[in-house]
């Protein structure tokens, strides 16, 4: 059962670890007039270029840091299709948001903002971090809204997605854990459910979609 719960946990945090990931980019770069090649569209929706390198060379990076080992060729393949398909799912996600008629208010999003921690100087909010990060992302405080405002429509359709499901009630017949771990393999077990029921809704979406790739862009 252990063996179980720590399989579970290695797939949670790498999918964690991508989606993240593309969300700390999101944005960056869309006032870029059109002149970045499109590597995908899926809808109404355009991954670019910058966005899909920004978001693959940063995956990189921190899988270096973390797994502390060299990358050949096939892992920067397979890291290269996880970001893609990490970026189209956030784009499904937010048709379905769409579909769902999901919204988020300005409120939201200025309480989503000034509870950043990245944007906290003494543990609050700061203007002058804020608007740092900004320049140095090259980003209007009105494109970093509209980012946020798809980020948190995501997080609203994933929540969604979740409450459809519920791993609560597995049952065990190992009598022998203790409570914390028997809640720890709980909880591991449950969110491997609803990561899976978010990963078959947007499987099943996309299927309804007009997704196309550019292969040499990823290449």
Do not use: C
């Amino acid at each position: 059962m252990l063996k179980t719960m720590r399989q579970h946990a290695k797939y949670f945090y790498v999918l964690f670890f991508i989606i993240i990931l593309s969300f700390l980019f999101w944005g960056v770069g869309s006032n870029n007039n059109g002149r970045s090649e499109v590597v995908a569209k899926v809808g109404k929706y355009k991954i670019r270029d910058d966005e899909y390198r920004r978001a693959f060379y940063n995956t990189l990076r921190l899988y270096r840091d973390v797994y502390k080992t060299n990358v050949d060729e096939a892992m920067q393949q397979n890291i290269k299709k996880n970001v893609l398909n990490s970026l189209i799912e956030k784009k499904v996600l937010l048709i379905a948001a769409s579909k769902f008629g999901i919204t988020v208010s300005d409120a939201e999003i200025n309480e989503a903002i000034i509870y950043d921690p990245s944007f906290f100087k003494d543990g609050v909010f700061n203007e002058d971090i804020y608007q740092r990060v900004l320049k140095y992302n090259k980003m209007t405080s009105g494109s970093f809204a509209s980012a946020r405002r798809e980020e948190l429509s995501v997080q609203k359709t994933r929540r969604l997605i979740e409450l459809s499901v519920d791993a609560t009630e597995t049952e065990f017949d190992d009598a022998s854990m203790d409570e914390n771990t028997l809640k720890a393999i709980k909880t591991a077990i449950s969110k491997d459910t609803k990561a899976k029921a978010v990963q078959a809704y947007v499987e099943g979406f996309k299927k309804q979609l007009d997704i196309k790739i550019n292969e040499d862009l990823i290449s």
